[in-house]
């Protein structure tokens, strides 16, 4: 596992996302700690806990792929640096049964005659290939990305013989996005197959995944960073707990017990409503799940009795000036901060003027990069 990875599009020079991947992993983590020690140095952690990874290869349970080429020889993949079109169907990131589907669906896409979209000429219909894959089952979640309704008939042509060889996709959407422009999805999902949500579980928590749900890529360390925040929280015997961008729950169901009261805050709908249900499913009675901006949902609580610990878990760009301050103005006692960005985790603590860092750990959602993923402990000072 410490030795140094090896993977052809990186040695050939044909995709260079994992620009870390030369190094034995034990050296990345160490590289990683040392970088997170430095960003969060004015904040006097006083534990630091080991790091977290997980398996170097075939961690990943989503792939997002660009489709390239023609109607007759699609590729789903990249553009590499030098502008040539690269399939990445057999990326080592990606488990061997993820791996086998996408390239059979490069032959689907052949025999379907869909042609991919082209952005120099803004002709085309599949942009993109999104596959989701459930951990613990091994069912697929297939979406394809179109500039309008025209390739769908063809797709319903070809998906019987589709789901015969591959009996675990268990959903199939067709994403409308007519917009020209670099963006992944719109807002239109037109159901083709299966059931509306994919099940995972994680730690015996069930949680489900909708088309637009966001959901942690590497599952195994995923597990771990939930079982982390629990085990944080666990002898603190809250009584209330609010989770802001809790997404499909993972958070907010890993910590909740069965009399704590949950509140779990999502601006996406459709990951309110995976929550909800993964809390039905565990028979939690004391949990309610709302679609709200979460800034919006914190500066409207002022007045309200104030929780006994917070999660958050904010996009990339962190909780931003607003929310940090209304935080700590709010001043639960505990808050459990998980950060995919050390950079904006670092600025967001220089607004918890009222806090002390009583944990910090490291958890490799990105082995072979820079990103990884941080969970750290606040609590209220006294006095």
């Given amino acids: 596992m410490n030795k140094p990875q090896h993977c052809e599009f990186y040695q050939q020079g044909k995709c260079l996302s994992c620009q870390l991947i030369e190094l034995p992993l034990a050296e990345q983590l160490q590289r990683k700690q040392h970088a997170l020690q430095q960003l969060l140095a004015p904040y006097f952690v006083a534990e630091w806990e080991l790091p977290i990874s997980g398996p170097a290869f075939a961690f990943r349970n989503k792939a997002k792929m660009v489709a390239l080429g023609a109607a007759h020889q699609p590729i789903l993949g990249i553009v590499s640096p030098n502008g040539e079109p690269v399939s990445l169907v057999n990326c080592p990131l990606y488990p061997a049964s993820m791996q086998q589907l996408l390239q059979h669906l490069e032959s689907f896409i052949q025999r379907a005659g869909i042609p991919p979209y082209r952005v120099d000429k803004a002709k085309g219909e599949l942009k993109f290939i999104l596959l989701t894959q459930a951990h613990h089952s091994g069912e697929f979640m297939l979406r394809f990305v179109l500039r309008s309704e025209q390739a769908i008939a063809r797709i319903e042509r070809e998906l019987p013989a589709l789901l015969h060889e591959f009996p675990k996709i268990k959903l199939v959407t067709a994403n409308i996005q007519p917009v020209h422009m670099a963006r992944l999805e719109g807002e239109q999902e037109i159901w083709l197959f299966g059931e509306p949500?994919?099940?995972?579980?994680?730690?015996?928590?069930?949680?489900?995944?909708?088309?637009?749900?966001?959901?942690?890529?590497?599952?195994?360390?995923?597990?771990?960073?939930?079982?982390?925040?629990?085990?944080?929280?666990?002898?603190?015997?809250?009584?209330?707990?609010?989770?802001?961008?809790?997404?499909?729950?993972?958070?907010?169901?890993?910590?909740?017990?069965?009399?704590?009261?949950?509140?779990?805050?999502?601006?996406?709908?459709?990951?309110?409503?995976?929550?909800?249900?993964?809390?039905?499913?565990?028979?939690?009675?004391?949990?309610?799940?709302?679609?709200?901006?979460?800034?919006?949902?914190?500066?409207?609580?002022?007045?309200?009795?104030?929780?006994?610990?917070?999660?958050?878990?904010?996009?990339?760009?962190?909780?931003?000036?607003?929310?940090?301050?209304?935080?700590?103005?709010?001043?639960?006692?505990?808050?459990?901060?998980?950060?995919?960005?050390?950079?904006?985790?670092a600025e967001d603590l220089r607004h918890f003027d009222d806090y002390q860092c009583q944990r910090a750990q490291i958890f490799d959602m990105f082995p072979h990069t820079d990103h990884y993923e941080v969970l750290i402990l606040l609590q209220r000072k006294l006095g």
């Avoid at 637009?212 to 599952?219: A, C, G, V, W």
């Avoid at 979460?294 to 929780?307: E, I, L, N």
């Avoid at 760009?317 to 950079?343: D, M």
Wanted: glycine residues 6%.
């Fill in 197 to 345: 949500r994919l099940r995972e579980v994680f730690n015996d928590i069930p949680l489900y995944i909708r088309p637009k749900s966001f959901f942690q890529t590497n599952p195994e360390v995923a597990e771990q960073l939930y079982a982390t925040a629990k085990r944080w929280l666990a002898p603190l015997q809250l009584n209330s707990l609010w989770d802001l961008f809790c997404g499909v729950g993972g958070f907010g169901l890993h910590c909740a017990a069965p009399d704590t009261h949950l509140t779990g805050i999502e601006i996406e709908p459709e990951a309110i409503a995976c929550a909800s249900l993964a809390a039905a499913e565990l028979g939690l009675q004391h949990i309610q799940f709302k679609a709200l901006d979460s800034t919006t949902f914190a500066d409207g609580q002022r007045q309200q009795q104030v929780p006994d610990a917070v999660i958050v878990n904010p996009p990339r760009r962190g909780l931003g000036t607003a929310l940090s301050r209304a935080l700590n103005e709010f001043s639960p006692a505990y808050i459990v901060y998980s950060s995919c960005n050390p950079k904006t985790l």
